[in-house]
């Protein structure tokens, strides 16, 4: 616990250095602005300071630091964890520094931290250009990127962290430094996938691609054993050009489902083919052939299109992550049996196939440590009554037994409970342990989430 005079000193001195000011529990939109994206996380920090630059942010780390004060760092607050809420702690909010640069010509734009995935995509796609991000357009970019960042591009043009160029970072010590391949490679190389804790992330620069069309959207089609393994297989053999999706469940009432068809088991297969349509229809051929689509919303349609995300449901979602590389008719009946077991609330395995030219990068060339994996697993667990989350997570326990090969995690996705060693396997693991000590020797950026100084 914080002393209340160590608070009203803290708050004290933020308000009088950090321009972009200060949200405290008796402001009238506290609440909205502490709120997370997920529901069912509910943190309450002693104040929430809003910065509108790096320079804002070096002096909040300046005068938190000074104080002793633990904080927590936020960007889009989407986390499982619920991390950058900072409950009982106090919380630097880069969301409302929101600048995009892009400079059409050089192919590259540089954005600050508080800019979404969805706001950085729509401006660059004014100029037929685009960064692959995930599938999420109120993600924030900054997280995104330290995770890795998986997304509807990266079988055809690689992760979110092989565009990154650069980065700005305001580190313990108050310091304003840039990173990027010439200048301080080392902490460059860790915010290429190892995670958040090396410093707070301020302004990130990316290569932008042009996008020579796109074929794309959604399908669902009623799952069995023999559907899942052969949409699963058709993705993983498909070109790099098709990055693909596929989440088994049992359907809700969604408006736009027969009504026959809520209750059953069915497959939603999300995925974007970057090229025309001719080769878009080919490449979806294969699964579109698995079984015939309760729904095709399949056609061209332009990136950008890909990150449009629907309602959130008003219940608690639990999560675990894994990887693996067989893929096989006995693996599909686990997912199978898994996803439509009887529970009171939403099971989900999401099945990503990478391949492409996420695995044409060097081992080692940045802290993502997973790119000869051949599936990224998403497991999720929802429950509405209070008295849901015992079973939701021992769901989740059974599932990582039962479908991961190996204990790896997958840092953006990891929920309560995991391992951080276990997202960076091999040597990745020491070697950003010795990057965190050189710029964070007394771990002031920690968090559930991040490494620990060697």
Excluded: C
């Amino acid at each position: 616990m914080i002393g209340e005079s160590s608070v009203t000193r803290t708050l004290g001195l933020l308000e009088r250095n950090v321009r972009g000011g200060v949200i405290v529990p008796d402001s009238a939109d506290y609440d909205d602005v502490r709120a997370l994206m997920l529901a069912g996380r509910d943190a309450r920090p002693l104040a929430l300071v809003r910065p509108v630059d790096a320079e804002d942010v070096a002096s909040a780390v300046t005068v938190l630091a000074g104080e002793g004060v633990p904080f927590a760092v936020r960007g889009g607050g989407h986390h499982p964890t619920g991390a950058a809420g900072g409950d009982g702690v106090f919380v630097i909010d880069t969301r409302g520094m929101k600048g995009i640069d892009i400079d059409a010509a050089g192919r590259t734009a540089t954005a600050q931290a508080g800019v979404t995935a969805g706001e950085y995509t729509a401006a660059s796609a004014e100029r037929g250009l685009a960064t692959g991000f995930g599938d999420t357009p109120t993600v924030g970019i900054a997280g995104l990127t330290l995770g890795g960042g998986l997304g509807f591009l990266s079988r055809a043009q690689g992760l979110t962290v092989d565009s990154l160029l650069g980065a700005e970072v305001v580190t313990a010590d108050g310091r304003v430094l840039w990173a990027d391949a010439d200048s301080e490679p080392d902490l460059f190389w860790a915010l290429r996938g190892g995670g958040p804790g090396f410093g707070v992330v301020t302004r990130l620069r990316y290569a932008l691609r042009e996008l020579a069309g796109g074929y794309g959207g959604v399908l669902i089609q009623p799952a069995s054993p023999e559907v899942v393994h052969g949409v699963v297989k058709a993705a993983l053999e498909a070109p790099d050009e098709l990055t693909v999706i596929v989440q088994v469940m049992v359907a809700p009432p969604m408006p736009f489902l027969p009504a026959e068809v809520h209750g059953k088991p069915i497959a939603i297969v999300r995925g974007f083919h970057l090229g025309d349509e001719a080769a878009g229809k080919a490449a979806f051929a294969p699964l579109r052939a698995a079984a015939a689509p309760l729904v095709d919303a399949v056609r061209p349609l332009r990136y950008a299109e890909m990150l449009e995300e629907p309602p959130a449901p008003p219940i608690t979602m639990r999560f675990a992550t894994g990887f693996r590389d067989s893929w096989d008719p006995a693996a599909a009946e686990a997912v199978m049996a898994l996803a439509t077991e009887p529970a009171m609330g939403m099971r989900g395995v999401q099945l990503r196939p990478m391949g492409g030219a996420i695995a044409r990068v060097e081992d080692g060339a940045t802290a993502f440590a997973h790119r000869r994996r051949r599936l990224a697993l998403w497991l999720m667990s929802g429950y509405m009554r209070p008295d849901g989350g015992p079973a939701a997570l021992d769901w989740l326990q059974r599932a990582h037994q039962a479908l991961a090969e190996g204990p790896a995690q997958f840092v953006s996705f990891a929920d309560d409970g995991f391992r951080v060693e276990d997202a960076y396997p091999g040597g990745t693991w020491e070697r950003l342990r010795a990057v965190k000590r050189a710029y964070d020797p007394g771990d002031l950026f920690r968090s559930v989430l991040s490494v620990t100084p060697a």
